[in-house]
């Protein structure tokens, strides 16, 4: 296990399609976090899992975008009817809450989404 | 509104000289802070960080102090490399390093031969 995974790398799709990402989290780490990184901006909050159960959403997450992590391992962010707004790094990050727990998250190293 | 803020963009040192990143916050309830350090087309990396009971950790060359009254943290770097030219990102958390985190801007720090 080789640290946080993320597929694409890059996307860029047209204005109004729907596109997924997909994350694999270190598999020790029992909670999974997706943040988003626009140009100059540091990454913000979207949502986070522990195992398989979304506990927190910002409001950042509209209607259009949704989060899954049906087995409590890897997880996938949809967005549906995407905008040119939508294009940024997503970012996606794990950290474990039992066993040895070491400080701060690992981040993979994002998808980054063009929207045209 | 920015919760955590970094207010100098970038950062210019020689090598071998000190690199001090500061960072401010507003929200008193946040009682961890982390640095991460990011190269282009990759993830933030974990850094270094300090719980809100501490005013100082260090790790190696890396040190963070945390003034709660002035609701500032800096970090710093001896001796400065080349290698550490990064953009470094301030964060904060209510309830630990294992829940949402409230980041700044980033600091880019260029670390001159």
């Known amino acids: 296990d080789t640290g946080v995974s993320q597929n694409p790398r890059h996307k860029i799709t047209k204005r109004g399609q729907n596109v997924t990402f997909r994350c694999d989290p270190i598999?020790?780490?029992?909670?999974l976090y997706w943040y988003r990184q626009t140009l100059g901006q540091g990454p913000e909050f979207l949502t986070y899992?522990?195992?398989?159960?979304?506990?927190?959403k910002s409001r950042l997450l509209s209607d259009r975008f949704s989060a899954e992590r049906p087995k409590g391992s890897f997880s996938t962010l949809e967005i549906q009817r995407t905008e040119q707004g939508d294009s940024a790094m997503y970012l996606c990050?794990?950290?474990?809450?039992?066993?040895?727990?070491?400080?701060?998250?690992?981040f993979g190293s994002g998808t980054r989404l063009t929207v045209v | 509104d920015q919760q955590v803020k970094q207010n100098s963009p970038s950062l210019s040192v020689q090598e071998g000289r000190i690199s001090i990143l500061n960072c401010d916050y507003t929200n008193s309830m946040f009682d961890y802070f982390l640095w991460y350090k990011k190269y282009p087309a990759e993830g933030p990396t974990f850094l270094i960080s300090?719980?809100?009971?501490?005013d100082k950790n260090e790790d190696g060359r890396f040190t963070v102090f945390l003034n709660k009254s002035a609701k500032h943290l800096s970090l710093h770097i001896v001796p400065s490399q080349p290698g550490d030219s990064a953009v470094y990102f301030c964060?904060?958390?209510?309830?630990?390093?294992?829940?949402?985190?409230?980041f700044g801007k980033g600091t880019l720090l260029t670390v001159n031969p």
């Open positions: 899992f522990q195992n398989e159960a979304q506990l927190e």
């Open positions: 300090i719980s809100s009971i501490k």
């Open positions: 598999s020790e780490h029992n909670r």
């Open positions: 990050a794990s950290s474990a809450t039992t066993g040895t727990v070491s400080p701060g998250y690992t």
């Open positions: 964060a904060a958390s209510r309830g630990g390093s294992n829940y949402k985190l409230t």
